[in-house]
């Protein structure tokens, strides 16, 4: 039995943090220094979302 999430809203969180990821991924283009900063942060987006699909195909969301 898969979990109370709908699959509409699991996408949606997807969505939501790739949208973020990119937007990250365009500041590091623009601003060098804060690209930088946040340049570690994006691995961990990219890390979140993989483990979203996972977590979503085990059946543990």
């Known amino acids: 039995m898969r979990g ?3 699959v509409e809203t699991l996408l ?3 969505l939501v943090l790739i949208l973020v990821w990119l937007v ?4 590091d283009l623009v601003f060098g220094l804060l690209g930088a900063l946040l ?13 979203l699909i996972i977590l979503w195909f ?4």
């Open 24 to 27: 990250l991924g365009i500041l």
């Open 4 to 6: 109370k999430i709908e």
């Open 12 to 14: 949606q969180i997807i």
């Open 39 to 51: 340049g570690p942060f994006t691995n961990i987006f990219g890390l979140i979302i993989a483990a």
């Open 58 to 61: 085990l059946d543990r969301i």
